[in-house]
């Protein structure tokens, strides 16, 4: 063990146990805020995905993200999706800051949507934008042109905010829940 002060362990360990749970409560309001319009999750309450229970993979053990998919029965070939940016992942350091990312990806048909970790990973495709900026401008791209091994979304929406600057339900409302729902273009939104 490298490390030689206990209590500041003790107090990072709790400082994360702490994170966490600010970030549940940030998503539980975005369900609210969302489902108020008809938006409902895709997932159950799965946040996490890409974590290890493994001694052989430590650096899964926090995670990197947490997100939150959603669904609308008037729009059965899009999906929405926010999420909490905690890091990048190891071979794509692309984070400066934890974010609050919005994508909203469009598909051909219903059944074209991904599914378990094929569209978990969806939450961070801000990070890889070419030219991103992470201060909550929308931006659109072709997935299927972008990333053709990985997806045939005919058309992405995205945008991104620090995380340190949702301090309130009404600053979640106004820079990821209705950016997100007007990016979905749901009908009680427009």
């Known amino acids: 063990m490298t490390l030689s002060n206990g ?18 409560k940030l998503l539980l309001e975005l369900d609210a805020i969302v489902g108020a319009v008809g938006w409902k ?9 890409n974590g290890s229970l493994s001694v052989n993979s430590p650096k899964n053990w926090i995670p990197y993200r947490a997100f939150r998919f ?15 940016v905690l890091e990048g992942f190891p071979s794509q350091e692309r984070a400066t800051e ?6 909203v990806m469009e ?20 990070l890889h934008l ?13 997935p ?17 905010v620090p995380l340190v600057s949702i301090d309130s339900r ?8 209705n950016p997100l729902l007007m990016m979905a273009r749901t009908p009680a939104a427009l």
């Open 107 to 126: 598909y051909e048909s219903p059944e074209a949507l991904p599914e378990g970790n094929a569209l978990y990973n969806i939450s961070t495709w801000h």
């Open 70 to 84: 959603y669904r609308h029965e008037q729009l059965p070939k899009t999906v929405a999706c926010a999420a909490v």
């Open 41 to 49: 999750p895709m997932a159950g309450s799965t946040a996490l995905s």
């Open 130 to 142: 070419p030219q991103r900026k992470d201060d909550g401008t929308v931006m659109s791209v072709v």
């Open 7 to 24: 209590p500041e362990i003790l107090a990072a360990v709790r400082q994360i146990r702490t994170l966490m749970v600010e970030v549940s």
């Open 144 to 160: 299927r042109d972008l990333w053709k091994e990985y997806t045939t979304a005919s058309s992405m929406r995205s945008f991104a």
């Open 170 to 177: 009404a600053r979640l409302e106004q820079a990821v829940g």
């Open 98 to 103: 934890p974010l609050v990312t919005g994508v």
